[in-house]
């Protein structure tokens, strides 16, 4: 297993582009690549990749548009959760138009890896989101979705003997202190 340490703004694409290449000298290589994301990296993405406005269910007929902006990491949470998968520190703002909400709140969320039929996906969920309240506090991170993002990439590079077919599939995502660590298994075939 290979480790990259992912600067900024560089995509996860070009990394494993590079690093497939090392697989073209045989007729079927397989490899495992890990790529770790800093804070800094990972704002960058998840500011483009996040989806601005969610629809909350409310009841079994009608739903609500929540708006999430500025979405930003703040830290690390590595022991956190049930099974101490770890938890992302963000900040965001948080509104609800129809409700006359606009508030700023520090959800914790998680970070999986999950299967969809045969497609790895990435899904982002929110484990707490506290909204401050005259008599407390509501947690809204039950009525908010999850988010959910395609981890499997099939792409053909142009090699001396042809084209050659790269598979990689996200299979696990671990948090450290001041890093994420995705791996992917990467399949390259002729």
């Known amino acids: ?12 694409c070009e990394t494993l582009i590079v690093l497939g290449l090392l697989g073209f000298f045989q007729s079927t290589a397989r490899a495992g690549v ?13 500011g483009a990749l996040t989806h601005q406005e969610l629809d ?9 548009k929540v708006r999430l902006d500025a979405l930003q990491l703040k830290g690390f949470d590595p022991t956190a959760g049930e099974e101490r998968q770890g938890f992302l520190l963000t900040a965001l703002e948080l509104s609800a ?20 039929g045969a497609q790895s996906v990435l899904e982002l969920r929110f484990e707490e989101v506290s909204l401050p309240l005259p008599l407390g506090s509501l ?12 981890a499997d990439q099939i792409f053909l590079m142009e090699g001396a003997a042809g084209e050659v ?13 001041d890093v994420l660590q995705f791996e992917f298994d990467v399949r390259v075939q002729p």
């Open 56 to 64: 909350v269910p409310i009841t079994d007929s009608r739903s609500i």
């Open 34 to 46: 890990k790529v770790d994301f800093d804070a800094a990296t990972l704002n960058d993405l998840l």
């Open 165 to 177: 077919q790269v598979r990689s599939k996200l299979s696990r995502v671990r948090m450290g202190h």
């Open 139 to 150: 947690n809204l991170a039950p009525f908010l979705p999850p988010i959910r993002f395609p």
């Open 97 to 116: 138009p129809e409700l006359g909400l606009s508030v700023a709140v520090e959800p914790r969320l998680s970070l999986a890896v999950v299967e969809v």
């Open 1 to 12: 297993m290979r480790s990259v340490i992912c600067p900024p703004r560089l995509l996860v």
